[in-house]
């Protein structure tokens, strides 16, 4: 192959494959024990810690840093798990620096929290390289219950689910399990496949069947779960993807599905990608497209946001990250038009301005050079079973995940409350599970 | 520059910084490197009696305690004294004085306990023209096993009598090099003044197990399968020593003896330490073995720079602490203090309420959004959560006015100094004069 990043249109193997294979190398490679050891002596081990309030799943972070720094990364693990099954993922994607690493009493000191995150991983990553799984089931209760969607809720209910000696079996519409973890985070956060490892240890602790290809609505209905079970949890997250309501709109490409074939691909060289490629959106998804697309060889990549950078979804570190990538972040702009025949040429953008009585176009417009556009201006809620109740584009729940329907549970991105991210989903499922756990218990 | 230029028992040298009897000190060649670094003098390790030459193990000689980061805070080590021959350690020492004159060139010596083989030993370090002997009593491993060492040191009787025979048979300065490893350093100290030492130098080190082997079950450090106990020094060990050289310099038999202070002197501000309560110059071991001989270089310039702040010179350091080392009967109970927390430095971490709330006196409070604040009415002054608090100065001991009233005790804040020795409580109160 001779395209280089130069080569017009979208082709793959902009880049040597070495190249490519350097770019998607892990994005923060782990702490040794050293480095852990040292790390972990920063903590002060707070009273009533922030980093325990600041985290959606209330890991006891002192307590699990103290065992690291005493030579015991099992324990640790252990600490985390226990409030955390997906631990190790959320070491990896978690945005620390506006969760437990923001709330540090180190970061208000001196600007430079203990690096949690790293931590965790250091654990879990130890813990998981010795073997075996640290959780028994309790005797069978004989009650069965159904998750559909094995993303982060879906995983996480189940196995809280099992771990009391339920009987779980988890539907997915997708090839294999896993949700976002496996195909929606950026490949150089979570490398050497350690997405489907995570879930095959997770599943080691026994009693749960998982069912992949099986959409609900599709294959299998929400009244025929009803009907089977004695429960059902939903973790179906968002199946929708949002328009970008301007003109020729069938151009663009939608992000999501960009990093899924990504996170698929065997060979990232043969993987095409567009010499300007242009990204609209603010968020985490925004910032994983633009970036993987510079890491493949795209020349120039913008991202375009059509309010300020404060409002943007992705975090301060991760703006940061796309501007170290060479992507161009811009602001306060909205798409008004997708130009070209066939394929992409240029993208037209009018500056806008945020005010309260919303964004408002200054009547000043700009186009961008581009071969390839991608929207990832958020998901929506798809494919909700009849019957559930929806408010403000979610499925309503109310205390642990309790939809409209008696029986019927919900949590992760498909409801509202969290911010859309992995560690919430994994509390909204253990919740749940635990919910669940109760009233099947008191029948 | 304030001149660091020191005299200790008659003995010059360029700078108070002395490496002590040692690893560092056993041959010419460390100890040229020494010199060439800028230490102001060595103490030679220690010189045992002709005879084939001692053997040390082949194993690990040392243990270690580690800080975060695998910083030595303390060492241990099982070595004996220097298993060289005798004649290659004066025919060197005699060549290194010859080469550096100005330097302080001392030798520590540790032979059986009797007066011939003190006798045999002191002529020929003298013919070497070193500047004065240090006495081993001090090494707990392996040699007090035969007699020597602390074996020596830990009976008074000992130490006067070697000290005696010593200043009898050379007109060297002599220097009783004392072991912690005893009840009372001041028992040791005055046998060394009776048997006429110029000068005694402390502390050796502390016997000691540095960790177990929790796999072998065995003590570090290890020498196949089996440990022993060695002797403990460097960081770790300067308060037990900070303690010994005070408790030499103020007491009555004891006062004016000329102290070489050593135990985990790592920096200039330890070394100053020493000094000021009573050391005329300071001995370092561990400090070099961690880093090398230049920390000396850090050593000088913050001490000159330390005693040209205050005007002050070499001299007027040593021993200026002193007076304010006390019994605690004689501490003032009518200083009360109480904690203040600043607001705008305390990062809210909890350590303070933690210790206090779990550990003292639940003197401080918890309040809605991480606001820490002491309760006066409780607060004993006990410091504990200056001690945890992350942050310098974020916690300060604050004095009550005279006159002012201790929430705690509802008692009005006294203007004169008051001790246990006239508190009502106290049993054996005599009558204030």
Redesign the interface.
């Known amino acids: 192959m001779s395209n280089s990043q130069l080569t017009p249109g979208v082709v793959p193997g902009r880049l040597p494959a070495e190249a490519i294979a350097a770019n998607f190398a892990d994005v923060a490679p782990p702490l040794d024990a050293h480095e852990a050891h040292v790390a972990a002596d920063r903590c002060y081990f707070c009273h009533d810690a922030p980093c325990i309030t600041a985290c959606p799943t209330a890991i006891d972070i002192p307590l699990f840093i103290r065992q690291i720094a005493t030579g015991t990364p099992g324990a640790a693990a252990k600490t985390i798990w226990d409030q955390n099954i997906l631990g190790g993922m959320c070491a990896r994607v978690c945005p620390t620096e506006t969760l437990c690493e923001e709330a540090c009493v180190r970061e208000a000191a001196e600007g430079r929290p203990v690096e949690i995150g790293r931590l965790q991983r250091f654990a879990t990553d130890a813990a998981m390289a010795a073997g075996g799984h640290p959780y028994a089931r309790a005797a069978p209760t004989g009650r069965r219950v159904a998750v559909v969607g094995a993303g982060p809720a879906g995983l996480a209910c189940a196995h809280r689910l099992a771990m009391h000696g339920h009987e779980v079996t988890v539907y997915d519409a997708r090839p294999k399990p896993g949700g976002l973890n496996e195909y929606g985070i950026a490949a150089y956060k979570t490398t050497g496949g350690f997405a489907q490892a995570e879930v095959e240890w997770l599943l080691a602790i026994g009693g749960i069947t998982v069912e992949t290809g099986r959409a609900v609505g599709a294959d299998v209905t929400l009244d025929d779960l009803r009907a089977r079970f004695d429960a059902v949890f939903l973790g179906i997250g968002l199946g929708g993807v949002n328009a970008l309501g301007a003109q020729g709109e069938g151009l663009a490409s939608d992000a999501v599905d960009f990093i899924a074939r990504l996170r698929q691909a065997d060979d990232l060289a043969a993987l095409p990608v567009g010499r300007d490629v242009v990204v609209v959106g603010g968020g985490m998804t925004a910032v994983d497209t633009a970036v993987q697309s510079r890491l493949l060889g795209a020349e120039n990549v913008t991202i375009v946001y059509r309010r300020g950078r404060e409002r943007m979804g992705a975090s301060g570190h991760e703006q940061d990250h796309a501007a170290a990538a060479g992507v161009k972040i811009v602001t306060n702009a909205m798409p008004a038009a997708v130009h070209g025949e066939g394929a992409v040429r240029e993208v037209e953008f009018a500056y806008a301005e945020d005010g309260p009585g919303g964004l408002r176009p200054t009547g000043e417009t700009f186009r961008l050079k581009a071969d390839q556009v991608f929207k990832a201006i958020g998901q929506r809620l798809a494919g909700v079973p009849a019957g559930l109740a929806v408010e403000g584009g979610r499925i309503r729940v109310e205390g642990p995940g309790r939809t409209s329907l008696p029986g019927v549970w919900a949590g992760g991105d498909c409801t509202g409350g969290g911010e859309d991210l992995t560690v919430t989903a994994v509390a909204q499922g253990r919740d749940a599970a635990e919910d669940i756990h109760a009233r099947l218990a008191a029948r | 520059m304030a001149s660091l230029a020191a005299d200790f028992v008659g003995i010059k040298s360029p700078n108070p910084f002395w490496l002590a009897s040692a690893p560092p000190t056993d041959k010419e060649y460390n100890v040229v490197r020494a010199f060439r670094a800028g230490w102001g003098g060595v103490v030679w390790k220690t010189l045992g009696a002709e005879g084939p030459p001692i053997v040390n193990v082949n194993g690990p000689r040392y243990g270690v305690v580690w800080g975060?980061?695998?910083r030595v805070l303390g060492l241990n080590n099982i070595e004996l004294i220097t298993d060289r021959p005798l004649e290659v350690n004066l025919r060197e020492i005699k060549q290194v004085k010859r080469d550096w004159p100005d330097r302080a060139m001392v030798v520590s010596l540790m032979v059986p306990c009797d007066e011939e083989s003190w006798k045999a030993i002191l002529a020929r370090v003298e013919d070497t023209g070193a500047d004065g002997v240090e006495l081993n009593f001090g090494c707990p491993h392996g040699m007090s096993e035969r007699g020597m060492g602390s074996a020596v040191g830990q009976v008074p009787e000992y130490i006067e009598m070697v000290t005696r025979w010593c200043k009898m048979h050379s007109r060297m300065p002599v220097i009783v090099k004392l072991t912690p490893n005893i009840t009372d350093i001041r028992w040791a100290a005055r046998a060394a003044r009776r048997g006429g030492a110029d000068a005694v130098s402390l502390i050796n080190t502390i016997n000691s197990i540095t960790a177990v082997d929790l796999d072998r079950f065995a003590p570090e450090p290890m020498i196949d399968g089996k440990g022993t106990h060695g002797g403990y020094c460097g960081p770790a060990v300067k308060p037990i020593a900070l303690n010994m050289v005070a408790e030499i310099a103020r007491d009555a038999e004891t006062r004016g003896l000329p102290v070489s202070g050593i135990g985990g002197v790592t920096t200039w501000r330890d070394a100053a330490e020493f000094m000021a309560l009573g050391a005329g110059n300071v001995q370092v071991c561990t400090a070099a073995m961690t880093y090398g001989f230049r920390i000396v270089q850090e050593m000088i310039s913050g001490l000159s720079q330390y005693l040209d702040a205050r005007g002050m010179g070499l001299s007027d350091l040593v021993g200026r602490a002193v007076p304010n080392v006390t019994d605690w009967q004689y501490l003032n109970l009518s200083y009360i203090t109480k904690a203040r927390i600043d607001q705008d430095l305390c990062?809210?971490?909890?350590?303070c309420?933690?210790a206090c709330e779990d550990t003292s006196h639940q003197a401080i409070w918890?309040k809605p959004g991480?606001i820490f604040e002491v309760n006066d009415a409780e607060c004993v002054a006990c410091n504990l959560c200056v001690d945890v608090c992350?942050?310098a100065d974020c916690i300060t001991m604050e004095r009550l006015a005279p006159g002012t009233v201790d929430p705690r005790t509802g008692r009005v804040v006294p203007e004169d100094y008051a001790n246990w020795t006239t508190h009502p409580n106290n049993p054996m109160a005599r009558a204030a004069e």
């Open positions: 975060p980061d695998r990062i809210s971490c909890g350590r309420y933690a918890m991480r992350p942050v």
